[in-house]
T-cell receptor, first 111, second 115 residues
Framework: QKEVEQNSGPLSVPEGAIASLNCTYS??????FFWYRQYSGKSPELIMF????GDKEDGRFTAQLNKASQYVSLLIRDSQPSDSATYLC???????????FGKGTRLSVIA | GAVVSQHPSRVICKSGTSVKIECRSL??????MFWYRQFPKQSLMLMAT?????????EQGVEKDKFLINHASLTLSTLTVTSAHPEDSSFYIC???????????FGSGTRLTVV
């Protein structure tokens, strides 16, 4: 059974701080890892994806992957109130296989 | 970037009627599309994988005769909810991927309310 685990939160951080979101997955065969942001009533928006161990940075966002620990994280620097949303971690096997989602972490950035 | 268009965005229908939801890849061809359902305060649950030119693959517990999927072209997949009931009220979202090294793009979703 493929499972993706996330802390549901809410995670509250002050404006300007770093938000750290964590995710673990059960299937060691997972190859691709994604972070999505979902605002209430909207569909998910892709933030970034990562395939290789280590860090990947894109603007204020950094994804970190550790396949040995089956762990992936997302750091949001200089958090803004507009970052307040639910963050979904998703993993997939190789190729065009469907995403398996975690339950999401609700982030609240306090002005 | 890859764009997936989904229509309608919102639909209200009477119990017992059928509703069709369209999902189009606008700037790429998608041999495979995915249909998800999301209930309030829950995560996305995969319903089925739609394959162009062949039958869809349904997840366990999803009734294939109730949720009809047609993927007749490389840019269009449709989901028809037949004989809708109030418990089918949910947020339905489609997704596709432009290449194996790209992210998965989601449509804007369809809010279905069955009354």
């Amino acid at each position: 059974q493929k499972e993706v685990e996330q802390n549901s939160g809410p995670l509250s951080v002050p404006e300007g701080a770093i938000a750290s979101l964590n995710c673990t997955y059960s299937d060691r065969g997972s190859q691709s890892f994604f972070w999505y942001r979902q605002y209430s009533g909207k569909s998910p928006e892709l933030i970034m994806f990562i395939y290789s161990n280590g860090d990947k940075e894109d603007g204020r966002f950094t994804a970190q992957l550790n396949k040995a620990s089956q762990y992936v994280s997302l750091l949001i620097r200089d958090s803004q109130p507009s970052d307040s949303a639910t963050y979904l971690c998703a993993v997939t096997l190789s190729g065009n296989t469907p995403l398996v989602f975690g339950k999401g972490t609700r982030l609240s950035v306090i002005a | 970037g890859a764009v997936v268009s989904q229509h309608p965005s919102r639909v209200i229908c009477k119990s017992g009627t059928s509703v069709k939801i369209e999902c189009r890849s606008l700037d790429f061809q998608a041999t495979t599309m995915f249909w998800y359902r999301q209930f309030p305060k829950q995560s996305l649950m995969l319903m089925a994988t739609s394959n162009e030119g062949s039958k869809a693959t349904y997840e366990q517990g999803v009734e294939k005769d109730k949720f009809l999927i047609n993927h007749a072209s490389l840019t269009l997949s449709t989901l028809t909810v037949t004989s809708a009931h109030p418990e089918d009220s949910s947020f339905y979202i489609c997704s596709a991927r432009q290449g194996n090294l790209a992210g998965y793009t989601f449509g804007s979703g369809t809010r279905l309310t069955v009354v």
